[in-house]
């Protein structure tokens, strides 16, 4: 370590004088070489920023009557394969489809400065994203739509103030309090559903839990799958093998939870190999068998999930795409009970089990010990998934957009 820190001494003048890059700052940090500065006020200036984008007069009397919706989408900071951002982008894609106009601005992306890198960035990451939607790396680029879209509660602030615009919606793809202890991000998050934004969201239980809750107008859509990717493969062999979403990093995934449930299972089952992907976990003590896949790449995870029996999906806010993946993958998903998951999942598709590891345990022991049973579940999980499609779900955010711009337009 101390050589490290030599190492680091003799080169931060030099790194200084380049700017030092993220993941450097991060480690010299970690090595008390450099000092962070905590920017809380900059960081969350636009909690309380009051800056008003009024109505552009020329604009709204230009544009009101296109039979072309223009979409405005506010969308926070993105990475390589960000789940919610591909979700997002597959309904853009849809919507220009069927008649609509996308432009998609960034929100307080300290990663991009011009419109071209940030086209180039979802050209080579996002395939998906219809060419004919427009791309602007700030919100300060934004101009008159008959509808702009929030999509997580950051952006949500922005659209608070932009009333250049007929209709305000909020695309909702899960509770974002929950991502959070209960203090200022909570609160923070939690306000932005009394913004009396439109609700589009994913699935019922938000749609029911936001128009209870903060009495916001809601409506939802379904999940599908994308059906290259995923396919229906037998299993290559006899070896019992369970599946586990290991999301350490990210709390409302549970992964304590069922790593303790997995333990007591291969107590009782030492024959049975479980399969971690989602994170790298070398870093865990882990006595049983497994194999530690890490982040696998989406054109293999077909494969992983046909080759195991129950793939094990905790979620303590709501269901993400893939339980409907593994069924498309002719395997059986196992979910955590609750009303955040059983407006998708029910005891026909899917093993539903509550949070309780000996829960988890003794029901993948159940499952494991009575094939027919699981294979009955598997059949029924593949018809149901089969059944789906993001066409038809995005038919139904159209007619809401549709429905919005029409009555707000009055």
Same mark, same amino acid.
């Given at each position: 370590? %101390?050589?490290? %820190?030599?190492?680091?001494?003799?080169?931060?003048?030099?790194l200084?004088?380049?700017?030092?890059?993220?993941?450097?700052k991060?480690?010299?940090?970690?090595?008390?070489?450099?000092?962070?500065?905590?920017?809380?006020?900059e960081?969350?200036?636009?909690?309380?920023? &009051?800056?008003?984008?009024?109505?552009?007069q020329?604009?709204?009397?230009?544009?009101?009557?296109?039979?072309?919706?223009?979409?405005?989408?506010?969308?926070?900071?993105?990475?390589?394969g960000?789940?919610?951002?591909?979700?997002? #982008?597959?309904?853009?894609?849809?919507?220009?489809?069927?008649?609509?106009h996308?432009?998609?601005?960034?929100?307080k992306?300290?990663?991009?400065?011009?419109?071209?890198?940030?086209?180039? #960035?979802?050209? &080579?990451?996002?395939?998906?994203?219809?060419?004919?939607?427009?791309?602007y =790396?700030?919100?300060?680029?934004?101009?008159?739509?008959?509808?702009?879209?929030?999509?997580?509660?950051?952006?949500?602030?922005?659209v608070?103030?932009?009333?250049?615009?007929?209709?305000?919606?909020?695309?909702?793809?899960?509770?974002? !309090? #929950?991502?959070?202890?209960?203090?200022?991000e +909570?609160?923070?998050?939690?306000?932005?559903?009394?913004?009396?934004?439109?609700?589009?969201?994913?699935?019922?239980?938000?749609?029911?839990?936001?128009?209870?809750?903060?009495?916001?107008r809601?409506?939802?859509?379904?999940?599908?799958?994308?059906?290259?990717?995923?396919?229906p493969?037998?299993?290559?062999?006899?070896?019992k093998?369970?599946?586990f979403?290991?999301? !350490?990093?990210?709390?409302?995934?549970?992964? &304590?939870?069922?790593?303790?449930?997995?333990?007591?299972?291969?107590?009782?089952?030492?024959?049975?190999?479980?399969? #971690?992907?989602?994170?790298?976990?070398?870093?865990?003590?882990?006595?049983?068998?497994?194999?530690?896949?890490?982040?696998?790449?989406?054109?293999?995870?077909?494969?992983?999930?046909?080759?195991?029996?129950?793939?094990?999906?905790?979620?303590?806010?709501?269901?993400s795409?893939? !339980?409907?993946?593994?069924?498309?993958?002719?395997?059986?998903?196992?979910?955590?009970?609750?009303?955040?998951?059983?407006?998708?999942v029910?005891?026909?598709?899917?093993?539903?089990?509550? +949070?309780d590891?000996?829960?988890?345990?003794?029901?993948?022991?159940? +499952?494991l010990?009575?094939?027919e049973?699981l294979?009955?579940?598997?059949?029924?999980?593949?018809?149901?998934?089969?059944?789906?499609? =993001?066409?038809?779900?995005?038919? %139904?955010?159209?007619?809401?957009?549709? %429905?919005?711009?029409?009555?707000?337009?009055?």
């Amino acid at each position: 370590m %101390k050589k490290i %820190k030599l190492f680091f001494q003799k080169l931060i003048p030099f790194l200084k004088k380049r700017g030092i890059k993220g993941a450097v700052k991060k480690l010299l940090v970690k090595l008390h070489l450099v000092t962070e500065v905590s920017r809380v006020l900059e960081d969350y200036d636009f909690i309380v920023d &009051e800056t008003v984008v009024p109505l552009n007069q020329k604009e709204y009397d230009a544009h009101k009557e296109d039979e072309v919706k223009i979409l405005n989408w506010i969308i926070p900071e993105m990475g390589k394969g960000s789940g919610g951002h591909l979700n997002i #982008f597959r309904f853009i894609s849809h919507l220009e489809n069927m008649g609509f106009h996308s432009r998609i601005y960034l929100f307080k992306s300290p990663n991009y400065r011009d419109n071209k890198s940030v086209k180039e #960035f979802l050209r &080579e990451h996002f395939p998906i994203l219809d060419e004919r939607v427009e791309a602007y =790396w700030d919100v300060k680029c934004a101009k008159f739509a008959h509808a702009t879209i929030a999509t997580s509660w950051q952006t949500a602030y922005f659209v608070k103030n932009f009333n250049n615009t007929i209709s305000k919606f909020y695309f909702v793809q899960d509770y974002e !309090p #929950f991502f959070y202890a209960h203090g200022s991000e +909570y609160e923070f998050a939690k306000s932005t559903y009394t913004f009396n934004f439109r609700g589009i969201t994913a699935g019922d239980w938000l749609k029911d839990k936001l128009a209870s809750d903060f009495g916001m107008r809601t409506d939802s859509f379904g999940f599908s799958y994308d059906k290259e990717l995923y396919t229906p493969l037998k299993k290559k062999n006899s070896t019992k093998r369970v599946f586990f979403y290991a999301r !350490p990093v990210t709390p409302r995934r549970d992964f &304590e939870l069922g790593l303790l449930a997995l333990d007591l299972l291969c107590q009782k089952m030492p024959e049975v190999e479980v399969v #971690f992907a989602g994170w790298d976990v070398s870093n865990f003590d882990i006595p049983f068998t497994h194999k530690n896949l890490g982040i696998v790449s989406v054109d293999q995870l077909s494969k992983v999930y046909s080759q195991c029996d129950l793939c094990l999906i905790i979620s303590n806010t709501n269901l993400s795409l893939l !339980p409907l993946e593994v069924m498309a993958s002719n395997s059986v998903a196992v979910c955590s009970k609750g009303a955040n998951s059983t407006w998708l999942v029910n005891e026909e598709n899917s093993v539903l089990v509550e +949070y309780d590891p000996r829960n988890i345990a003794d029901t993948l022991e159940y +499952y494991l010990t009575n094939p027919e049973k699981l294979k009955e579940i598997r059949k029924k999980g593949l018809e149901f998934a089969r059944s789906t499609s =993001w066409e038809a779900e995005a038919a %139904k955010v159209a007619d809401a957009l549709m %429905k919005g711009i029409a009555e707000d337009g009055k």
